[in-house]
């Protein structure tokens, strides 16, 4: 009986572990691009060379709020006006959640690195994994 997908072994080689040719293909793939040093600009590179064109950080933020004032003035209680305005306070709490704040780990103590992954782990984690710890 065929499940519609390929195989790169027998059932007798892959002994009723699947390993499809189409997931062994991504992972060839992804290895190869990782391993051919694709010259990507990384992100924040994009965002200082446009906080840069603007003319500096200051600048911008002056430019938007101007932006921002006129379509209050222009259209008080707009969906433009207040989206405008929520996109500001949308990236206030993302930057807030995404600062750099992590600690220096050479510095830790293995308590204090314990401590640290313990924290990462319950915020990756589904709550209901903890219930029934005490610590």
Not at 20 to 27: E, I, S
Not at 55 to 80: F, T, Y
Request: proline share 4%; net charge negative.
């Amino acid at each position: 009986m065929s499940d519609g997908i390929e195989y790169d072994a027998c059932k007798k080689c892959r002994g009723d572990k699947p390993t499809p040719v189409a997931k062994n293909f991504a992972k060839r793939l992804v290895a190869q691009v990782r391993g051919g040093g694709i010259a990507a600009t990384h992100i924040s590179e994009i965002d200082a060379g446009m906080v840069e064109r603007f003319g500096g950080v200051s600048e911008l933020c002056d430019l938007w709020h101007e932006q921002i004032m006129m379509a209050v003035l222009d259209s008080p209680g707009s969906v433009k006006a207040l989206r405008a305005i929520k996109d500001v306070v949308d990236l206030i709490k993302y930057s807030t959640e995404h600062r750099d704040s992590a600690p220096d780990i050479t510095c830790m103590s293995d308590e204090e690195l314990s401590k640290e992954m313990l924290k990462i782990a319950m915020k990756a984690l589904p709550p209901e994994m903890f219930a029934k710890c005490k610590n």
